[in-house]
């Protein structure tokens, strides 16, 4: 498809600056502010040159580019007011030599076909030829809206909670946090969910599946989980063992007692 080139275009593009300005400043987080903002780039991508009725196309627009926007502006605050490199990316500096660059280079280019990959859906939706929505997009519309209100609200309790000095070598058990160690990638997953549904009218509809699986082994065996995971327990490990045996590791639950 011609959108999916575009896409792609503008989002190696896009990851080629990223990695000079990470040459500039020695911090590769800026790989994940440009994956953010690509997920939204494809979705207005497909919105603008599907052949979809315009309804169904401004839902791919709004879901996608706002989901996209929100996610793209909140890991740009966190990176740029963080004086140090997220420390996956400190720990690839230590394994990816000799060839450091190189090997990073790949690496974001790979997000930007990684967006392409993951924009599947709005292809798909923006390409639907049905001629009104079917309620399982109006059920995509209202889990993505529940989904993207978790994942803020989630995200903006954990900042505030940082953002205090007595959190310093603390875990944080405040709001959505109480009933879940990840909330936001749990509400995260569940945005892709919605993708799928919104998708599953098309014409190979359920070929977009592949989308929130892959989001669902990227959160919990790739980079989501594990290394949040592991960062904590080594920068507060009797307090964050003792969430761990407390709290639901994904799914939000109640939280054990006197384990």
Known sequence: ??????????????????????????????????????????????????????????????????????????LWHRVATDAHEDGRYQALRVAWQPGLQVKFFAFFQVQALLDVALGWPFLLAAWNPRPSLHPLEWAAA?????????????????RRFKA??????????????????????????????????????????WTAVVAPALMLHFLLRVTGIPYTEAQSLRSRPEDYARYQRETSPFIPWFPKVGT
């Open 1 to 74: 498809m011609a959108a999916a080139l575009w896409g792609a275009g503008f989002l190696c593009t896009l990851q080629l600056g990223l990695w000079l300005w990470q040459l500039r400043t020695r911090n590769a987080s800026w790989v994940d502010v440009g994956w953010a903002f690509g997920l939204a780039v494809m979705a207005l991508v497909a919105a603008s040159l599907g052949p979809a009725p315009m309804q169904r196309r401004l839902l791919v627009g709004l879901m996608g580019g706002l989901h996209g926007l929100r996610l793209g502006l909140h």
């Open 142 to 158: 209202l889990l993505w809206l529940v989904a993207w209100v978790g994942e803020s609200l989630a995200d903006g309790q954990l």
């Open 164 to 205: 205090r000095p007595e959190a310093t070598g603390r875990t944080c058990r405040e709001g959505l946090w109480r009933y879940s160690r990840h909330p936001n990638y749990f509400f995260e997953w569940l945005v892709w969910v919605a993708y799928l549904l919104l998708a599953l009218t098309a014409p190979w509809g």
